[in-house]
């Protein structure tokens, strides 16, 4: 009995130790999250980063709402914004990700409020 238990237990080891290995080469992009606060336009119905560059809004009258509120009244996303990277979170490994979801704090663009933090 006690040879099958340790061959469980080198078997376990080995796999968590092989899908740590693994997860460090896969990655996933982090995903704007829906309570990000984003500056919109009534003009041209798009939304910004509220970092944005002063071209976007210029002669424009602009708002802040969450990015849910923009999608749901149909804002679409700046293409400026978009091309900078300003909707695109940062590029994690797997195993940060899966920490993310365990509700430990991992370095991202938002806070869990969908302040920017950048």
């Known amino acids: 009995m006690k040879k099958s238990y340790k061959a469980i237990t080198v ?7 092989i ?26 119905k798009r939304y910004h980063s509220i970092h944005f560059d002063h071209i976007c809004v210029a002669g424009k009258s602009a708002q802040t709402m ?6 749901a009244k149909g804002y679409k996303p ?3 914004c978009q091309d900078l990277g ?7 490994f797997l195993f940060h990700h899966l920490l ?4 430990i704090t991992i370095n991202s663009r938002w ?3 969908g302040n ?3």
């Open 11 to 17: 078997i376990g080891i080995s796999l968590i130790v």
């Open 19 to 44: 899908g740590f290995f693994i997860s460090i080469y896969v990655t996933v992009d982090e995903a704007m999250p829906g309570n990000a606060i984003v500056v919109t336009t009534k003009e041209d």
């Open 66 to 71: 969450t990015l849910n509120e923009a999608l």
């Open 78 to 80: 700046h293409k400026h």
């Open 86 to 92: 300003y909707f695109k979170g940062n590029r994690r």
């Open 100 to 103: 993310s979801k365990l509700g």
């Open 111 to 113: 806070d869990k409020d």
């Open 116 to 118: 920017w933090l950048w």
